[in-house]
């Protein structure tokens, strides 16, 4: 059985950091290219990141570049996520997923599976 | 302001058919195909249809999708109260670089 279970969210102030982390299991990881989405409360999806099956590949939402880092480890099988220079507007529920390709940025793939979502609040 | 378009909202009454549309643009929509997501209430969000019209193993055939230039539509057929849920769609954008969903649209089996 796949799973992914989020982890490293919390509250934190704006400016601040933070690292989320996603352990995977039930399934070949390092086979497949991951993404982080996540959902403002109350309102959509909105993806953030993706990264490629050996990390080679890696994309970025405009609203986060320059300030979140996506990273893998495929020993591990986790994903992370570096948030930095966090603001308000990124306060939202993270949610780690799964790519059916190894590649982030196949227009044909899907994301099959998803984590069940870490918090992260950004308030002073 | 989401790159695809759908209505916020949709309703029925079961046993109704409902249709939720996402219109997207050449660089996304029109190039790539369209992966829907179904989001009960408080849970993650569920591959639905995947490459416009598939579905992927599990998902009653009472869900159908499909693709025009650059709209898509998520067909519900028999609609049921468990299907009270937010649906999305999501494509790739050539254009952006990035994956682009819709703002969602709220079902609701009256």
Same mark, same amino acid.
């Given at each position: 059985?796949?799973?992914?279970?989020?982890?490293?969210?919390?509250?934190?102030?704006?400016?601040?950091?933070?690292?989320?982390?996603?352990?995977?299991?039930?399934?070949?990881?390092?086979?497949?290219?991951?993404?982080?989405?996540?959902?403002?409360?109350?309102?959509?999806?909105?993806?953030?990141?993706?990264?490629?099956?050996?990390?080679?590949?890696?994309?970025?939402?405009?609203?986060?570049?320059?300030?979140?880092?996506?990273?893998?480890?495929?020993?591990?099988?986790?994903?992370?996520?570096?948030?930095?220079?966090?603001?308000?507007?990124?306060?939202?529920?993270?949610?780690?997923?799964?790519?059916?390709?190894?590649?982030?940025?196949?227009?044909?793939?899907?994301?099959?599976?998803?984590?069940?979502?870490?918090?992260?609040?950004?308030?002073? | 302001?989401?790159?695809?378009?759908?209505?916020?909202?949709?309703?029925?009454?079961? $046993?109704?058919?409902?249709?939720? +549309?996402? %219109?997207?643009? !050449? #660089?996304?929509?029109? *190039?790539?195909?369209?992966?829907? /997501?179904?989001?009960?209430?408080?849970?993650?969000?569920?591959?639905?249809?995947?490459?416009?019209?598939?579905?992927?193993?599990?998902?009653?055939?009472?869900?159908? $999708?499909?693709?025009?230039?650059? +709209?898509? %539509?998520?067909? !519900? #057929?028999?609609?049921? *109260?468990?299907?009270?849920?937010? /649906?999305?769609?999501?494509?790739?954008?050539?254009?952006?670089?990035?994956?682009?969903?819709?703002?969602?649209?709220?079902?609701?089996?009256?």
């Amino acid at each position: 059985e796949v799973q992914l279970v989020e982890s490293g969210g919390g509250l934190v102030q704006p400016g601040r950091s933070l690292r989320l982390s996603c352990a995977a299991s039930g399934f070949t990881f390092e086979d497949h290219a991951m993404h982080w989405v996540r959902q403002a409360p109350g309102r959509g999806l909105e993806w953030v990141s993706g990264i490629s099956w050996n990390s080679d590949n890696i994309g970025y939402a405009d609203s986060v570049k320059g300030r979140f880092t996506i990273s893998r480890d495929n020993t591990k099988k986790s994903l992370y996520l570096q948030m930095n220079s966090l603001r308000a507007e990124d306060t939202a529920l993270y949610y780690c997923a799964k790519d059916t390709g190894s590649g982030y940025s196949y227009g044909f793939n899907r994301f099959d599976y998803w984590g069940q979502g870490t918090l992260v609040t950004v308030s002073s | 302001q989401s790159v695809l378009t759908q209505p916020p909202s949709a309703s029925g009454t079961p $046993g109704q058919r409902v249709t939720i +549309s996402c %219109s997207g643009s !050449i #660089s996304n929509i029109g *190039s790539n195909t369209v992966n829907w /997501y179904q989001q009960l209430p408080g849970t993650a969000p569920k591959l639905l249809i995947y490459s416009s019209i598939q579905r992927p193993s599990g998902v009653p055939d009472r869900f159908s $999708g499909s693709k025009s230039g650059t +709209s898509a %539509s998520l067909v !519900i #057929s028999g609609l049921q *109260s468990e299907d009270e849920a937010d /649906y999305y769609c999501a494509a790739w954008d050539d254009s952006l670089n990035a994956w682009v969903f819709g703002g969602g649209t709220k079902l609701t089996v009256l």
